[in-house]
């Protein structure tokens, strides 16, 4: 499956709003606790593939502040985080942003319950109809 997010996407992005699009996909990457090969292969190729603007250095410090962050929230505190991320998250890249999360946590094909949680709280802040969700399943399935 083609990534769903595009070099032009990421290039006309804010920093913040380049930040809040790296947390999704990392979120989705370590929604179940330790990634497998292939969940970490499609994260690592939609983060290789995009222009971030970022050293990988800076991407690794990124990322473990998010991991901090959600292994010492409890269910509130997780769900703020998500409207946080959310509201730096343009509203015409919200349908992409959940397909490429659901293709990080979809590629060993295996949906576990922490990975359909949190990307069905992206669903629920991002506001998708249910058409949009419903393309976002299809494309899955046929990828």
């Given at each position: 499956?083609?990534?769903?997010?595009?070099?032009?996407?990421?290039?006309?992005?804010?920093?913040?709003?380049?930040?809040?699009?790296?947390?999704?996909?990392?979120?989705?990457?370590?929604?179940?606790?330790?990634?497998?090969?292939?969940?970490?292969?499609?994260?690592?190729?939609?983060?290789?593939?995009?222009?971030?603007?970022?050293?990988?250095?800076?991407?690794?410090?990124?990322?473990?502040?998010?991991?901090?962050?959600?292994?010492?929230?409890?269910?509130?505190?997780?769900?703020?985080?998500?409207?946080?991320?959310a509201a730096n998250v343009p509203v015409e890249l919200r349908e992409r942003v959940v397909l490429a999360m659901a293709s990080i946590v979809a590629a060993?094909?295996?949906?576990?319950?922490?990975?359909?949680?949190?990307?069905?709280?992206?669903?629920?802040?991002?506001?998708?109809?249910?058409?949009?969700?419903?393309?976002?399943?299809?494309?899955?399935?046929?990828?």
């Open positions: 499956m083609e990534l769903a997010l595009t070099a032009d996407d990421v290039t006309r992005l804010t920093d913040a709003q380049k930040d809040a699009v790296l947390a999704c996909l990392f979120v989705a990457l370590i929604a179940d606790g330790q990634p497998r090969p292939e969940e970490r292969a499609k994260y690592d190729e939609a983060i290789a593939t995009l222009p971030w603007g970022r050293t990988e250095r800076d991407l690794e410090l990124a990322n473990n502040a998010i991991r901090l962050r959600i292994a010492t929230a409890d269910a509130q505190a997780k769900l703020g985080f998500v409207k946080e991320i060993d094909r295996f949906i576990s319950h922490g990975e359909k949680a949190s990307v069905s709280a992206f669903i629920h802040v991002f506001g998708l109809t249910a058409e949009q969700i419903e393309n976002i399943r299809a494309r899955i399935v046929a990828g």
